[in-house]
C-alpha cells in the first residue's frame, strides 16, 4: 500500500483545511485508516482514525468536534477536515494505513504503511 498525503499549508488561527490521503497499490487489504501528527520537538500523536468495514470513527480529544475524518472509496481516498484550527494543531500530518485486525487502531504501532507528512501551520 502506497499513500500520499496533501492537502498542508498555512492557515489562520479559526480557519479551516482539509487534508487527503490517496491510496494506491493492495488497498483492499486495510482494516484502517489514521491521521498521526507531530510537531517540532513533540512525539508524533494519534489525531483519528476511520475503519474501513463500517466506517467508524475516533478521534482525540484534542481534536473531537473540530476534525472530520471522511473516505471516498471510488477515490481511494480518505480525508480529514480540519474547522476552527488553533495554533496548537500545528504540525506535519501523517496518513497510515493498518493492514493487520487490531481491537483499536490508536497506536502508531498498529499502522503498517505510512505516508510522507504533509505540513499545516496555523498562525495566530
Known amino acids: 500500500v502506497q499513500l500520499q498525503a496533501s492537502g498542508g499549508g498555512l492557515v489562520q488561527a479559526g480557519g479551516s483545511l482539509r487534508l487527503s490521503c490517496a491510496a494506491s497499490?493492495?488497498?483492499?487489504?486495510?482494516?484502517?485508516v489514521g491521521w498521526f501528527r507531530q510537531a517540532p520537538g513533540k512525539e508524533r500523536e494519534f489525531v483519528g482514525n476511520?475503519?474501513?468495514?463500517?466506517?467508524?470513527?475516533k478521534y482525540a480529544d484534542s481534536v473531537k468536534d473540530r476534525f472530520t475524518i471522511s473516505r471516498d472509496n471510488a477515490k481511494n481516498t480518505v480525508y480529514l477536515q480540519m474547522n476552527s484550527l488553533k495554533p496548537e494543531d500545528t504540525a506535519a500530518y501523517y496518513c497510515?494505513?493498518?493492514?493487520?485486525?487490531?481491537?483499536?487502531?490508536?497506536?502508531?504501532?498498529?499502522?503498517?504503511?505510512w505516508g510522507q507528512g504533509t505540513l499545516v501551520t496555523v498562525s495566530s
Open positions: 476511520i475503519r474501513w468495514s463500517g466506517s467508524s470513527t
Open positions: 497499490g493492495r488497498t483492499r487489504s486495510r482494516y484502517a
Open positions: 497510515a494505513a493498518a493492514t493487520t485486525y487490531y481491537s483499536d487502531y490508536l497506536d502508531s504501532r498498529t499502522y503498517d504503511y
